[in-house]
Nanobody, 118 residues
């Protein structure tokens, strides 16, 4: 069992930056693939960025060059550095942990609100 707690959301002006954190409790953090997803009002949840247990990353086209995902396996934490934020980045951001061990185990955090507005 893994519990995920996001933090770092808030209100920021266009062009500003935020860093989201997702702290994981439970064992085996380094074996999980981690991801950040977001959901804006009236829209489906979408993948923003992901990092595998082998530190391979991928990003949604809309955030490439602006967002960076990273992980610290000592602190059991995954980060999302968000720069040059735009109003369309406004959403609830969710952390996800997933691994396969005979079956897929998937865990979600409760989400943190990011609002980009002047």
């Amino acid at each position: 069992q893994v519990q995920l707690v996001e933090s770092g959301g808030g209100l920021v002006q266009p062009g500003g930056s935020l860093r989201l954190s997702c702290a994981a409790s439970g064992s085996g953090f380094s074996t999980y693939d981690m991801g950040w997803h977001r959901q804006a009002p009236g829209k489906q949840r979408e993948l923003v960025a992901a990092i595998t247990s082998a530190d391979r990353t991928n990003y949604a086209d809309s955030v490439k060059g602006r967002f960076t995902i990273s992980r610290d396996n000592v602190k059991n934490t995954v980060y999302l550095q968000m720069n040059d934020l735009k109003p369309e980045d406004t959403a609830v951001y969710y952390c996800k942990a997933e691994r396969w061990m005979l079956r897929t185990y998937t865990y979600w955090g409760q989400g943190t609100q990011v609002t980009v507005s002047s």
